[in-house]
């Protein structure tokens, strides 16, 4: 990646693009996974896990605001490392400590959820943000060569 600063454009575009992926992995995972066993460890209580229009408006804004966190990320590492493997996954450890350690961590700590739904929610995440960030350095290379 050539160091010409940061690009807004080009930023958007790729946030949009990349945001397609983190929608449909967190839909995916939360839906199939995640919502299930948040609902058993709460004993079915209501209002727990539930899911209508507006809570998905939300978590809608929350993934998007989460993509464009993940590609900026990896845009600094690249920026100091170039479009590297080693950025993609050095870029999605750091999103991933962040976003998804930090977040499920304190949810166990503080009793909101099962310290067993980390088993699955950890290695799914980090899957899902090194995809994310390999399509973010892909679509940087390819909107690069577009340029010259």
């Known amino acids: 990646m050539n160091k010409q600063g940061f690009d807004l454009k080009t930023f958007v575009f790729v946030v949009v693009l990349t945001s397609i992926w983190i929608h449909i992995s ?12 948040v609902k058993s460890y709460w004993n079915n209580s209501e209002s727990i896990a539930d899911m209508n229009w507006m809570i998905f ?3 809608g804004i929350w993934d998007t605001v989460l993509t464009a966190m993940i590609v900026f990320t990896f845009w600094l590492y690249s920026q100091r490392f ?5 950025s993609v996954i050095s870029s999605a450890l750091v999103s991933w400590v962040f976003f998804f350690v930090l977040f499920w ?3 166990a ?17 980090f ?12 679509l940087y290379k390819k909107y690069e060569y577009a340029k010259v």
């Open 26 to 37: 967190e839909v995916f995972r939360y839906f199939v996974l995640v919502m299930p066993r």
């Open 57 to 59: 408006g939300i978590w």
């Open 82 to 86: 170039g479009n590297t493997n080693r």
């Open 105 to 107: 961590v304190g949810a």
């Open 109 to 125: 700590n503080m009793g909101y959820s099962d310290w067993s739904i980390l088993l699955i929610t950890l290695p799914l995440s």
């Open 127 to 138: 899957v899902e943000l090194l995809i994310a960030n390999f399509i973010a350095s892909k």
